[in-house]
C-alpha cells in the first residue's frame, strides 16, 4: 500500500506568490516523523522541513512551512513568497517509529515538480 | 566541512557485470543509508547503518544486492549480476545520530549507474 501519495506531478507558481505542495501519508504507528526534501536539476536532495507526530504546532523554516493536519494524515508544504531557485523536485517522506524501537527507513513520496515562472 | 561525497559519478556497466559503489560519509556521522532512485520516482530505501552494523537491510531487492560498512564509516554498496532493471541513481545520506527522535539525513550527489 502506498504509504505518501503525492498527487500533484507538477505544479506552476508566479514568482513572489506562495504554493502548497499536497501529501498525504498513512500509518498505524502513532509515532513518526514527516520530511520534506527538495531536489534541483543538480541532483542532490536537501532536507527542508520535519514535522514530528506528536509536535502541537505545525513546523515552520524561514518561507517553509508544514501544515500539519493529523486527523486527515496530511502534511502539506507551503512555500511562500516563492523564488526562481525554488524550481525543483519537492519529496514528502515519512519515517515510522521515531524516537521508539522502530527503525529508520525513510519512505518518500513520489514527488512533485515545481515550477516558478518570472 | 566536506559533505557525503560518492564514487564513481557515473557507472557504465554490461549486463551480468559486478559493480561496487562507493559512499564516504560526513565525518563522525555514526548513521548511514542507502538509497535507489529511478527516473521520475522518489528515492527507494535500501539498506541503513549504525555504526559498523547493518540495523534495517529491508530494501535491498534481492541477494544480488549486498553493502559493507567494515570500519563504521565509508561504505560499498555492492551489486552481482547486474541487470538492466538496476539502472538507476543510487544515494546515499549520512546523520550524526542514529536513535534521536529525528535526524536529518545529509545526501551525496548520488552515482548514476546504467546497466547496459
Known amino acids: 500500500a502506498q504509504k505518501i501519495t503525492q498527487t500533484q506531478p507538477g505544479m506552476f507558481v508566479q514568482e513572489k506568490e506562495a504554493v502548497t505542495l499536497d501529501c498525504t501519508y498513512d500509518?498505524?504507528?502513532?509515532?513518526?516523523?514527516l520530511f520534506w526534501y527538495k531536489q534541483p536539476s543538480s541532483g542532490e536532495m536537501i532536507f527542508l522541513i520535519y514535522q514530528g507526530s506528536y509536535d502541537q504546532q505545525n513546523a515552520t523554516e524561514g518561507r517553509y512551512s508544514l501544515n500539519f493536519q493529523k486527523a486527515r494524515k496530511s502534511a502539506n508544504l507551503v512555500i511562500s513568497a516563492s523564488q526562481l531557485g525554488d524550481s525543483a523536485m519537492y519529496f514528502c517522506a515519512m519515517r515510522e517509529g521515531i524516537g521508539g524501537t522502530g527503525g529508520f527507513k525513510t519512505i518518500f513520496g513520489a514527488g512533485t515538480r515545481l515550477f516558478v515562472k518570472a | 566541512g566536506a559533505g557525503v561525497s560518492q564514487t564513481p559519478s557515473n557507472k557504465v556497466t554490461e549486463k551480468g557485470k559486478y559493480v561496487e559503489l562507493r559512499c564516504d560519509p560526513i565525518s563522525g556521522h555514526t548513521a548511514l543509508y542507502w538509497y535507489r532512485q529511478s527516473l521520475g520516482q522518489g528515492p527507494e530505501f535500501l539498506i541503513y547503518?549504525?555504526?559498523?552494523?547493518?540495523?534495517?537491510d529491508s530494501g535491498l531487492p534481492n541477494d544480488r544486492f549486498f553493502a559493507v560498512r567494515p570500519e563504521g564509516s565509508v561504505s560499498t554498496l555492492k551489486i552481482q549480476r547486474t541487470e538492466r532493471g538496476d539502472s538507476a541513481v543510487y544515494l546515499c545520506?549520512?546523520?550524526?545520530?542514529?536513535?534521536?527522535?529525528?535526524?536529518?539525513?545529509?545526501f551525496g550527489p548520488g552515482t548514476r549507474l546504467t546497466v547496459l
Open positions: 545520506a549520512s546523520s550524526p545520530r542514529g536513535t534521536a527522535a529525528y535526524n536529518e539525513q545529509f
Open positions: 500509518t498505524s504507528d502513532p509515532s513518526y516523523g
Open positions: 547503518f549504525q555504526g559498523t552494523g547493518a540495523a534495517d
